[in-house]
């Protein structure tokens, strides 16, 4: 079984940045594919970004060029850094992490961009 726990999340203002964190723990694999997704109530849940174990990234087209996602040598840790946040990047966001049919989700940390 697998663990994730995020942080990092909170208030910030429009234009503003933040680093999200996630930490895994238990059964990790090297072959993991990790990434970010995020929620806004009663919407359905989307991908925000991913990274493969070779290095490979994928983003949503809404956050692209203003997010970058990277992870750890150990591949325990990715990371989520966030600039020119806008009002409607306001979420909970989740830390993903998937080998073949398996899928293992964070709790969430809520991430709110008002002024």
């Known amino acids: 079984q697998v663990q994730l726990v995020e942080s990092g999340g909170g208030l910030v203002q429009p234009g503003g940045s933040l680093r999200l964190s996630c930490v895994a723990s238990g059964g990790v694999s090297s072959i993991d594919i990790t990434g970010w997704y995020r929620q806004i109530p009663g919407r359905e849940r989307e991908l925000v970004a991913s990274i493969t174990a070779s290095g490979t990234t994928n983003y949503a087209d809404s956050v692209k060029g203003r997010f970058i996602i990277s992870r750890d040598n150990g591949q325990k840790k990715i990371y989520l850094e966030m600039s020119s946040l806008k009002p409607e990047d306001t979420a909970v966001y989740y830390c993903?992490?998937?080998?073949?049919?398996?899928?293992?989700w964070g709790k969430g940390t809520l991430v709110t961009v008002s002024s």
């Open positions: 993903h992490r998937r080998r073949y049919g398996l899928n293992w």
